[in-house]
Protein backbone atom coordinates (compact mmCIF):
# COMPACT_ATOMS: atom_id res chain seq x y z
CA UNK A 1 0.00 0.00 0.00
CA UNK A 2 2.18 2.90 1.33
CA UNK A 3 5.90 2.61 1.96
CA UNK A 4 7.48 3.97 5.35
CA UNK A 5 8.93 6.96 3.00
CA UNK A 6 5.81 7.45 2.21
CA UNK A 7 3.53 7.58 5.38
CA UNK A 8 6.23 10.00 6.89
CA UNK A 9 5.70 12.32 4.27
CA UNK A 10 1.92 12.19 4.93
CA UNK A 11 2.44 13.16 8.32
CA UNK A 12 5.01 15.40 8.10
CA UNK A 13 2.35 17.09 5.76
CA UNK A 14 -0.42 16.71 8.36
CA UNK A 15 1.95 18.64 10.39
CA UNK A 16 2.64 21.27 8.26
CA UNK A 17 -0.95 21.95 7.47
CA UNK A 18 -2.70 21.14 11.08
CA UNK A 19 -3.92 18.68 9.99
CA UNK A 20 -5.53 15.61 12.31
CA UNK A 21 -7.18 13.14 10.47
CA UNK A 22 -6.73 11.83 6.94
CA UNK A 23 -8.46 9.49 5.04
CA UNK A 24 -7.55 7.97 1.13
CA UNK A 25 -9.43 5.23 -0.10
CA UNK A 26 -8.42 3.98 -3.43
CA UNK A 27 -8.53 0.44 -5.58
CA UNK A 28 -9.63 -1.73 -2.83
CA UNK A 29 -7.64 -0.20 0.27
CA UNK A 30 -8.33 2.46 2.54
CA UNK A 31 -5.75 4.65 4.34
CA UNK A 32 -7.10 6.40 8.01
CA UNK A 33 -4.11 8.43 9.50
CA UNK A 34 -5.30 10.33 13.06
CA UNK A 35 -2.86 12.81 14.90
CA UNK A 36 -3.61 13.97 18.28
CA UNK A 37 -3.74 12.72 22.05
CA UNK A 38 -3.01 9.19 22.32
CA UNK A 39 -6.36 9.45 24.79
CA UNK A 40 -9.93 10.85 23.42
CA UNK A 41 -10.90 13.72 25.32
CA UNK A 42 -14.13 13.29 27.69
CA UNK A 43 -16.33 15.50 25.70
CA UNK A 44 -15.75 12.93 22.47
CA UNK A 45 -16.67 9.72 24.06
CA UNK A 46 -19.83 9.41 23.57
CA UNK A 47 -22.38 7.73 26.11
CA UNK A 48 -23.84 4.47 25.22
CA UNK A 49 -26.93 5.76 24.91
CA UNK A 50 -26.35 8.94 22.71
CA UNK A 51 -27.83 9.32 19.09
CA UNK A 52 -26.40 8.30 16.84
CA UNK A 53 -24.33 11.03 14.83
CA UNK A 54 -23.08 11.63 11.13
CA UNK A 55 -20.85 13.91 9.62
CA UNK A 56 -21.76 16.13 6.74
CA UNK A 57 -19.02 16.34 4.33
CA UNK A 58 -17.96 18.36 1.63
CA UNK A 59 -18.73 17.05 -2.07
CA UNK A 60 -15.83 18.77 -3.92
CA UNK A 61 -13.06 21.50 -3.56
CA UNK A 62 -14.34 24.95 -3.74
CA UNK A 63 -15.50 27.86 -0.89
CA UNK A 64 -18.25 27.07 1.32
CA UNK A 65 -21.36 29.32 0.70
CA UNK A 66 -24.25 29.26 3.23
CA UNK A 67 -27.58 27.89 2.55
CA UNK A 68 -30.26 31.15 3.02
CA UNK A 69 -27.45 33.77 1.83
CA UNK A 70 -29.25 34.66 -1.84
CA UNK A 71 -31.22 31.15 -2.22
CA UNK A 72 -34.60 31.98 -1.10
CA UNK A 73 -33.98 28.93 1.65
CA UNK A 74 -33.96 29.05 5.54
CA UNK A 75 -30.64 29.56 7.02
CA UNK A 76 -29.50 26.99 9.32
CA UNK A 77 -26.82 26.67 11.98
CA UNK A 78 -26.33 24.27 15.01
CA UNK A 79 -28.78 23.49 17.05
CA UNK A 80 -31.47 23.40 13.78
CA UNK A 81 -33.85 20.79 13.26
CA UNK A 82 -33.05 19.43 9.78
CA UNK A 83 -35.06 16.91 7.44
CA UNK A 84 -33.08 14.19 5.42
CA UNK A 85 -32.22 15.64 2.10
CA UNK A 86 -32.18 19.27 3.02
CA UNK A 87 -30.02 21.05 1.49
CA UNK A 88 -27.22 22.49 4.34
CA UNK A 89 -25.23 24.44 1.71
CA UNK A 90 -23.16 24.59 -1.67
CA UNK A 91 -19.05 24.03 -2.20
CA UNK A 92 -18.54 26.85 -5.10
CA UNK A 93 -16.23 26.20 -7.56
CA UNK A 94 -15.14 28.97 -9.50
CA UNK A 95 -19.30 29.73 -9.69
CA UNK A 96 -20.18 26.63 -10.14
CA UNK A 97 -22.89 25.65 -6.96
CA UNK A 98 -22.85 21.94 -5.95
CA UNK A 99 -25.29 21.92 -3.29
CA UNK A 100 -24.79 19.32 -0.32
CA UNK A 101 -27.71 18.11 1.33
CA UNK A 102 -28.51 16.02 5.06
CA UNK A 103 -28.15 12.71 4.97
CA UNK A 104 -30.82 12.00 7.59
CA UNK A 105 -33.29 13.50 9.61
CA UNK A 106 -32.11 15.44 12.88
CA UNK A 107 -30.60 18.30 14.10
CA UNK A 108 -27.66 20.07 13.82
CA UNK A 109 -24.77 19.67 16.75
CA UNK A 110 -21.91 21.44 15.33
CA UNK A 111 -21.23 24.30 11.77
CA UNK A 112 -17.43 23.07 11.50
CA UNK A 113 -16.94 25.95 8.48
CA UNK A 114 -17.62 29.62 7.85
CA UNK A 115 -18.75 31.39 4.72
CA UNK A 116 -16.29 31.36 2.51
CA UNK A 117 -14.12 28.84 3.34
CA UNK A 118 -12.47 26.82 1.10
CA UNK A 119 -13.02 23.11 1.58
CA UNK A 120 -11.23 19.74 0.09
CA UNK A 121 -13.54 16.91 -0.61
CA UNK A 122 -15.16 15.25 2.01
CA UNK A 123 -14.30 17.92 4.90
CA UNK A 124 -16.49 17.55 7.34
CA UNK A 125 -18.53 20.87 7.22
CA UNK A 126 -21.54 19.79 9.53
CA UNK A 127 -22.20 17.34 12.76
CA UNK A 128 -25.63 16.12 12.98
CA UNK A 129 -27.31 14.19 15.49
CA UNK A 130 -29.37 11.52 13.70
CA UNK A 131 -33.23 11.22 14.70
CA UNK A 132 -34.25 7.45 15.22
Known amino acids: MYSETEMTRLVEAMRRTGSKLLEVDGAGDHLRLV ?3 AEP ?3 EIAPLNAAPKEQVKSPGLGRFIAVGRDDGLE ?3 AGAAVSEGQVLGYIDDDGVRLPFC ?5 TLTAALVAEGQVTGYGDVLFELEVVQ
Open 35 to 37: LGD
Open 41 to 43: AAS
Open 75 to 77: PVS
Open 102 to 106: APAAG
